[in-house]
């Protein structure tokens, strides 16, 4: 079946750093990725949408240039982090569409990145 | 405010009853997809189901989806305590360009 990674699995960071998140499709070319959040006890919430070769779509309430995805290849997206606060460690887990799928709908998701900034 | 909301939040039961959950959602959609996630862990995929179909089964699983009343219930038959977890349901949705839309999710604990 379709795996998805992540890496790191686990992160934590000062005040004020930036942080990489990388998700990775293994098997399968992704041509859209999904970045979501969650906090604990509560739902996913997505932050952007991400198609490889272009801009990320972010969703409202969500800044951009506070959290960059980068899609350079269909098997790579990376989410960073920027001055990262206290109140940005989260659950942070991505999801991707395999886009030669005949059947687009599922999404495979990674096994989140726990992120504390302290 | 979110697309889909489950009911209950919570749920306790005995290792062998039947734990059933339900999502309603409020606009139309293209799907209804039921997620598990342990704890701290990544989402796993259980069952899809398209607007046009109304149940759907896949091992102790059941789902069905009522379009008309914009919801959806899942049933764990028989269940396990490796059935412990939260369970979700993300709704596809038609104007929204397929993006996913998670409830707030259902914590089923199954007592052994």
């Known amino acids: 079946g379709a795996v998805v990674s992540q890496h790191p699995s686990r992160v934590i960071c000062k005040s004020g750093t930036s942080v990489k998140i990388e998700c990775r499709s293994l098997d399968f070319q992704a041509t859209t990725m999904f970045w979501y959040r969650q906090f604990p006890k509560q739902s996913l919430m997505l932050m952007a949408t991400?198609?490889?070769?272009?801009?990320?779509?972010?969703e409202q309430g969500v800044e951009k240039d506070k959290f960059l995805i980068n899609h350079a290849s269909l098997t790579l997206s990376t989410l960073t982090v920027t001055s990262a606060h206290p109140e940005d460690s989260s659950f942070y887990i991505c999801?991707?569409?395999?886009?030669?799928?005949?059947?687009?709908?599922?999404?495979?998701f990674g096994p989140g990145t726990r992120l504390t900034v302290t | 405010s979110q697309q889909g909301e489950e009911d209950p939040q919570a749920l306790s039961i005995q290792e062998g009853e039947n734990a059933t959950m339900n999502c309603s959602y409020k606009?139309?959609?293209?799907?209804l997809q039921w997620y598990r996630q342990n704890s701290g862990r990544g989402l796993v995929h259980l069952i899809l189901?398209?607007?046009?179909?109304r149940e759907k089964h896949s091992g102790r699983l059941r789902v069905t989806l009522d379009t008309s009343k914009k919801s959806s219930s899942l049933l764990i038959t028989a269940s396990r305590a490796a059935d412990t977890a939260s369970y979700f349901c993300a709704t596809d949705v038609k104007a929204a360009g397929n993006k996913l839309t998670f409830g707030g999710g259902t914590r089923v604990l199954v007592k052994p």
């Open positions: 991400s198609n490889e070769g272009s801009k990320a779509t972010y």
């Open positions: 189901i398209r607007s046009n179909e």
């Open positions: 606009t139309s959609i293209n799907n």
């Open positions: 999801s991707a569409r395999d886009g030669l799928a005949s059947s687009s709908y599922e999404q495979y």
